[in-house]
C-alpha cells in the first residue's frame, strides 16, 4: 500500500526558505513519477513540480512561477522526496502535498488527476 507522508511545512517570512518532505513506502522511485502540489483557501489545487528518475536519469519540470527558486529532488536512500523553497513570497502561503502516479512520465504531469496517490498535505504559510 503506498503512502506519502508531508513534513516541514511553518511559518516564514517572505523571502525565506523552507524545505519538504515527503517520505514515501510502497512504491518505487524508479518506476513512478512525483510531484508536488499546492492549494490555498477557496482555490483549485495547484501543479508546482514534479520529478521522474528512471534508468539512472532524473526528468523535472516546474511551474513557471516557481522556476529558478524552488527545486525538486528525490533521495532514494532515503525514500524520501524534497521540495527546497527559495524567496518565498505571501501569495504561496498554501496546504502543500505531494503526489504520486505509478505510471510514466507524460503530457499531463502536472494534471493533478493524474496522480492516484495523495499525502495529507503540510500547512506553509509566508507572511509579509
Known amino acids: 500500500q503506498v503512502q506519502l507522508v508531508e513534513s516541514g511545512g511553518g511559518l516564514v517570512q517572505a523571502g525565506g526558505s523552507l524545505r519538504l518532505s515527503c517520505a514515501a513506502s510502497?512504491?518505487?522511485?524508479?518506476?513512478?513519477?512525483m510531484a508536488w502540489f499546492r492549494q490555498a483557501p477557496g482555490k483549485e489545487r495547484e501543479f508546482v513540480a514534479a520529478?521522474?528518475?528512471?534508468?539512472?536519469?532524473?526528468?523535472?519540470t516546474y511551474a513557471d512561477s516557481v522556476k529558478g527558486r524552488f527545486t525538486v529532488s528525490i533521495d532514494n536512500a532515503k525514500n524520501t522526496l524534497s521540495l527546497q523553497m527559495n524567496s518565498l513570497k505571501p501569495e504561496e502561503t498554501a496546504q502543500y502535498y505531494c503526489?504520486?502516479?505509478?505510471?510514466?512520465?507524460?503530457?499531463?504531469?502536472?494534471?493533478?488527476?493524474?496522480?492516484?496517490?495523495w499525502g495529507q498535505g503540510t500547512q506553509v504559510t509566508v507572511s509579509s
Open positions: 510502497g512504491l518505487t522511485f524508479s518506476t513512478s513519477k
Open positions: 520529478i521522474s528518475i528512471r534508468w539512472g536519469s532524473s526528468r523535472t
Open positions: 503526489a504520486a502516479d505509478l505510471r510514466a512520465w507524460d503530457s499531463t504531469v502536472g494534471s493533478p488527476t493524474r496522480y492516484q496517490y
